[in-house]
C-alpha cells in the first residue's frame, strides 16, 4: 500500500451497480496512469452496489472504499476522503467520460490551478450520450445561471469529469449529498475565489444497459434550489427590490389623481395593490439582509458583499431611528386623515380623495415597523457573533 506522500493522483470514480462498465473504466484509469508515468491510484467509492462491482474492481486492484450514505455526493465524499493522492479526478464509473485522456487536466492542476471542469460541449456530445432536454435546455440554462449569480465563465457547470487539489476541495467542507454535489463544488471554489479551468471533454454514450440514476426535473430542481440558496443576491435583493420600484412608481402615478387609458382608469384600487407590493418588495429586500448576514456568520458565505457592508457596520439606533421616522410620517398622514374625518362628523367621506392619503400613510407605518424589527434581528446575530 503506497504511502500518501507518493501518490500524486488518485482517480474516483462513484460506483452503483456498475459492474458493465466499471472494469472498462478501471482499465482506461490505469493505463493511464501508467503511459504517463504518474504515480496513482484508482479508488472505487461503491454506494451500495448489489452486483459484482465491488469484486470486479477489487481483482483488478482497485482501492474500493464502501460509502453507506445513498447519494451522488455521499459516494464521492467518501472517494475523496480516502484518497491517498495530491491531486483527485473524479469521473462516473458508466464508460461515459474516456479515462484514457486525462493529461489537460493533470496539466492544469500540476500549473497551479484549484478545480479543472470538463467542458462536454467543446469536447464534444457523441450521438445518444446525452439526452436532448438536457442538451438544449436543462444544461445550457443552469450554467447560465450559474455564471450570472456566481460570476464564473463556465460552459458546462455540471461535467462529471473534473479534477481538483485534494486540500482544496477539503477547504470548501462540502455537505450536498445528491447530484447538486457537482454545483455545490463549483460556487462553494468560486465565493472562495480558487482558480478554476476548462478544458474540452468528450461525452460518449454510457455502456451500463440500463436507465441512469439522473432524474431530469428532480435533480434539475435540486440544482436550481441549490444556485438559489446561496446567491441570496438574486434569490431576493434583485426581485425585492424590482418589485418595490415598480409598485412604487405606480402607486405615485396615481397619488394626486386617476390615470385613464381609454376604457380602462386606475384610481385607488390600483394604489392600494401598489402599497401591498411595495411591502412585499421590502420585505423580499430585508429578507436579503437578514438572509446574507446570517450566511455570512456561518461562513456559507466567506465574503460579505462589499455593497452592504455598511449596512452591516450600522448600530441598531440607526434602523430605528430610520424605521421610526418612516412610522411617524405615516402616522401623520393617518392623523391628518381622521382629522378631515372628524371635521365630517365622522360621515362618510369620498374614497377617491381620502384614500390617497390613507393607503400612503398605511405604508409608511407598516414599512417603519418592518425596518425596526428587521435591525433587531440583524442585531441578535451581531450578539451571537461576540
Given at each position: 500500500?503506497k504511502d500518501?506522500?507518493?501518490?500524486?493522483?488518485?482517480?474516483?470514480?462513484p460506483c452503483?451497480?456498475?459492474?458493465?462498465?466499471?472494469?472498462?473504466?478501471i482499465?482506461?484509469?490505469?493505463?493511464?496512469?501508467?503511459?504517463?508515468?504518474?504515480?496513482?491510484?484508482?479508488?472505487?467509492?461503491?454506494?451500495?452496489s448489489?452486483?459484482d462491482?465491488?469484486?470486479?474492481a477489487?481483482?483488478?486492484?482497485?482501492?474500493?472504499?464502501?460509502?453507506?450514505?445513498?447519494?451522488?455526493?455521499?459516494?464521492?465524499l467518501?472517494?475523496?476522503?480516502?484518497?491517498?493522492?495530491?491531486?483527485?479526478?473524479?469521473?462516473?464509473?458508466?464508460d461515459?467520460?474516456?479515462?484514457?485522456?486525462?493529461?489537460p487536466?493533470?496539466?492544469?492542476?500540476?500549473?497551479?490551478?484549484?478545480?479543472?471542469?470538463?467542458?462536454?460541449?467543446?469536447?464534444?456530445?457523441?450521438?445518444?450520450?446525452?439526452?436532448?432536454?438536457?442538451r438544449?435546455?436543462g444544461?445550457?440554462?443552469?450554467?447560465?445561471?450559474?455564471?450570472?449569480?456566481?460570476?464564473?465563465?463556465?460552459?458546462?457547470?455540471?461535467?462529471?469529469?473534473?479534477?481538483?487539489?485534494?486540500?482544496?476541495?477539503?477547504?470548501?467542507?462540502?455537505?450536498?449529498?445528491?447530484?447538486?454535489?457537482?454545483?455545490?463544488?463549483?460556487?462553494?471554489?468560486?465565493?472562495?475565489r480558487?482558480r478554476?479551468?476548462?478544458?474540452?471533454?468528450v461525452?460518449?454514450?454510457?455502456?451500463?444497459?440500463?436507465?441512469?440514476?439522473?432524474?431530469?426535473?428532480?435533480?434539475?430542481?435540486?440544482?436550481?434550489?441549490?444556485?438559489?440558496?446561496?446567491?441570496?443576491?438574486?434569490?431576493?435583493?434583485?426581485?425585492?427590490?424590482?418589485?418595490?420600484?415598480?409598485?412604487?412608481?405606480?402607486l405615485l402615478?396615481?397619488?394626486?389623481?386617476?390615470?385613464?387609458?381609454?376604457?380602462?382608469?386606475?384610481?385607488?384600487?390600483?394604489?392600494?395593490?401598489?402599497?401591498?407590493?411595495?411591502?412585499l418588495?421590502?420585505?423580499?429586500?430585508?429578507?436579503?439582509l437578514?438572509?446574507?448576514?446570517?450566511?455570512?456568520r456561518?461562513?456559507?458565505?466567506?465574503?460579505?458583499p462589499?455593497?452592504?457592508?455598511?449596512?452591516?457596520?450600522?448600530r441598531?439606533?440607526?434602523?430605528?431611528?430610520?424605521?421610526?421616522?418612516?412610522?411617524?410620517?405615516?402616522?401623520?398622514?393617518?392623523?391628518?386623515?381622521?382629522?378631515?374625518?372628524?371635521?365630517?362628523?365622522?360621515?362618510?367621506?369620498?374614497?377617491?380623495?381620502?384614500?390617497?392619503?390613507?393607503?400612503?400613510?398605511?405604508?409608511?407605518?407598516?414599512?417603519?415597523?418592518?425596518?425596526?424589527?428587521?435591525?433587531?434581528?440583524?442585531?441578535?446575530?451581531?450578539?451571537?457573533?461576540?
Amino acid at each position: 500500500m503506497k504511502d500518501t506522500s507518493e501518490v500524486e493522483l488518485s482517480i474516483v470514480m462513484p460506483c452503483l451497480n456498475e459492474s458493465r462498465t466499471v472494469g472498462t473504466c478501471i482499465k482506461k484509469a490505469q493505463s493511464f496512469l501508467s503511459r504517463n508515468k504518474v504515480r496513482g491510484e484508482v479508488v472505487v467509492a461503491d454506494n451500495g452496489s448489489t452486483d459484482d462491482s465491488v469484486q470486479i474492481a477489487q481483482a483488478l486492484g482497485a482501492r474500493v472504499v464502501s460509502v453507506e450514505k445513498k447519494g451522488y455526493g455521499s459516494a464521492l465524499l467518501g472517494g475523496i476522503a480516502a484518497a491517498r493522492g495530491t491531486y483527485i479526478i473524479m469521473g462516473d464509473s458508466d464508460d461515459s467520460y474516456d479515462f484514457l485522456n486525462l493529461e489537460p487536466f493533470l496539466e492544469k492542476l500540476r500549473s497551479g490551478y484549484d478545480f479543472v471542469i470538463g467542458n462536454r460541449f467543446l469536447g464534444g456530445i457523441k450521438p445518444g450520450a446525452m439526452p436532448f432536454i438536457h442538451r438544449y435546455l436543462g444544461n445550457p440554462v443552469l450554467s447560465y445561471l450559474g455564471n450570472l449569480f456566481f460570476r464564473t465563465n463556465l460552459g458546462d457547470f455540471h461535467c462529471g469529469l473534473r479534477g481538483f487539489r485534494k486540500d482544496a476541495v477539503q477547504a470548501l467542507d462540502l455537505k450536498t449529498t445528491g447530484m447538486e454535489f457537482a454545483s455545490e463544488m463549483i460556487v462553494k471554489a468560486s465565493l472562495r475565489r480558487m482558480r478554476m479551468a476548462e478544458v474540452p471533454t468528450v461525452l460518449s454514450r454510457d455502456g451500463r444497459g440500463r436507465p441512469s440514476h439522473l432524474r431530469t426535473w428532480r435533480d434539475g430542481w435540486r440544482h436550481l434550489r441549490f444556485l438559489l440558496v446561496y446567491s441570496p443576491k438574486w434569490l431576493f435583493f434583485y426581485p425585492g427590490l424590482f418589485l418595490t420600484v415598480v409598485s412604487l412608481l405606480l402607486l405615485l402615478a396615481v397619488a394626486v389623481r386617476p390615470l385613464q387609458f381609454g376604457r380602462i382608469v386606475l384610481d385607488v384600487h390600483t394604489m392600494t395593490y401598489a402599497a401591498f407590493g411595495c411591502l412585499l418588495g421590502l420585505q423580499i429586500v430585508l429578507f436579503y439582509l437578514v438572509s446574507t448576514e446570517y450566511a455570512y456568520r456561518r461562513g456559507i458565505l466567506p465574503v460579505k458583499p462589499e455593497a452592504i457592508s455598511a449596512v452591516f457596520r450600522a448600530r441598531l439606533e440607526y434602523g430605528i431611528a430610520l424605521g421610526g421616522l418612516l412610522f411617524l410620517l405615516g402616522f401623520a398622514g393617518a392623523f391628518y386623515s381622521f382629522m378631515v374625518w372628524r371635521s365630517a362628523h365622522f360621515s362618510s367621506l369620498d374614497p377617491s380623495q381620502v384614500m390617497r392619503l390613507v393607503v400612503p400613510s398605511g405604508l409608511f407605518m407598516a414599512a417603519g415597523i418592518q425596518v425596526v424589527f428587521s435591525a433587531f434581528l440583524l442585531s441578535v446575530f451581531r450578539i451571537e457573533a461576540r
